[in-house]
């Protein structure tokens, strides 16, 4: 354009190139090459993941007609080992789960016994409480805290209430698959994890 280089910033308009400080040119550069490089790999992954999700699935079928018995949808976890003991993969499912309307019911007995225990309420009990009926920067409820509550044996009639409103409130909502697979130098060796995923490598 007028025989002059631009650059395009996050607004949408075009800055001249030697109007961009030389610091942001080699970030854009930067972030442009680590991007070029990342997106083949994420669909190489993408790849890799559904062409062992399908060859699984053809064994666990060729397993199953060895026994004259078809099998109706993805079942739970599975493990399959080579046959030297040296290399595992895992197959999970994980199930998304999230928690209806129920979980305000609940809340709303357990404050109710909290305030008339005031004077006598454990701080812990107050600190667990709370903890458990907070949401995370999703805004998701942590289940392993909340489901916390319900081991807690407290003989209160709205307590168990609330427990049964959690355990109502609960519901699966999805699931997921996940691939792992473990590599040892030898069958008594101890299993090494191949990080697939960049944040844990």
Same mark, same amino acid.
């Given at each position: ?6 650059? +395009?910033?996050?607004?949408?308009a075009l800055v001249p190139v030697e109007s961009v400080k030389?610091?942001?040119? &080699?970030?854009?550069?930067?972030? $442009? ?12 992954? =993408? ?18 007609? +060895? ?15 080579s046959y030297d003991g040296t290399v595992m993969v895992q ?22 016994? &909290? +305030? ?26 942590? $289940? ?5 509550? $319900?081991?807690?044996?407290?003989d209160d009639e709205r307590w168990k209430q609330a427990m ?18 473990? $590599?040892?130098?030898?069958?008594? =060796? ?12």
């Amino acid at each position: 354009m007028n025989g002059k280089s631009y650059m +395009r910033d996050a607004r949408g308009a075009l800055v001249p190139v030697e109007s961009v400080k030389p610091i942001h040119k &080699l970030e854009d550069q930067l972030v $442009r090459k680590i991007a070029e490089y990342a997106a083949p790999l994420s669909a190489e992954i =993408g790849r890799f993941k559904q062409h062992s999700f399908d060859d699984v699935d053809a064994y666990v079928q060729l397993v199953a007609e +060895r026994y004259n018995k078809k099998l109706g949808g993805k079942k739970g976890n599975t493990t399959f080992t080579s046959y030297d003991g040296t290399v595992m993969v895992q197959v999970a499912i994980a199930d998304h789960v999230d928690f209806g309307p129920e979980l305000q019911v609940a809340k709303e007995l357990v404050d109710e016994c &909290l +305030r008339e225990w005031s004077s006598d309420a454990n701080a812990n009990l107050r600190t667990i409480v709370e903890r458990a009926f907070q949401v995370d920067k999703e805004g998701k409820i942590n $289940r392993a805290e909340l489901l916390s509550l $319900r081991r807690l044996d407290i003989d209160d009639e709205r307590w168990k209430q609330a427990m049964q409103a959690i355990t109502d409130a609960e519901r699966v909502i999805g699931s997921k698959r996940y691939l792992r697979v473990y $590599r040892r130098p030898s069958p008594d =060796g101890k299993w090494t994890h191949v990080t697939l995923d960049i944040a844990a490598a």
